[in-house]
């Protein structure tokens, strides 16, 4: 007795065999295996794309905000309007209040503020930046290990006028 036979299987119906025969013949679920096995590979470079312009673009805020930072402190003001022109380099008031980084994740050093002139005011930033995406999951998923949340930073110096 052929216990692998379409009959055997699918019963002595003959309906049921045709069924079973034609099922088995065809490649109904190959696409969906192979996009079940292809998924978390296109995620994790969705995923990737996505965390990636935003660092990069946080990275340029960061920049952008330490150069508008020196560049004030350099005209003798002192560090709370430093602090403020810095804040006001990413945060616009004509768009609502709306800003480009959270303030509460950026951190401020300033040295040398109104010092003698000729000298350097320097000016550091730190940010802590958070993913949007679940990346460290899924890459654990896949046998890689997690990434840790990085840390932007961003140094100026400008002379002092």
């Known amino acids: 007795m052929n216990t692998g036979s379409t009959a055997d299987l699918a019963g002595s119906d003959p309906a049921q065999r045709r069924w079973w025969t034609r099922w088995r013949e065809t490649d109904a679920g190959q696409t969906l295996v192979e996009f079940s096995l292809i998924l978390p590979l296109m995620l994790v470079l969705l995923f990737a794309l996505v965390d990636f312009g935003r660092g990069f673009y946080t990275w340029l805020i960061v920049t952008n905000a330490a150069r508008e930072g020196a560049r004030a402190g350099a005209t003798q003001m002192d560090v709370p309007s430093i602090e403020a022109k810095i804040y006001d380099s990413f945060c616009s008031d004509y768009a609502g209040g709306d800003c480009g980084l959270d303030e509460t994740l950026l951190s401020i050093a ?3 503020a ?3 002139r000729g000298e350097a005011i320097e000016v ?3 940010y802590d930046f958070e993913f949007v995406t679940p990346m460290g999951d899924i890459l654990v ?3 890689g290990s997690a990434i840790a949340n990085p840390t932007i930073t961003a140094h100026s110096s400008m002379r002092l006028e």
């Open 124 to 126: 550091d930033l730190s």
């Open 141 to 143: 998923l896949l046998g």
């Open 110 to 112: 300033v040295a040398n």
């Open 114 to 116: 109104q010092g003698p």
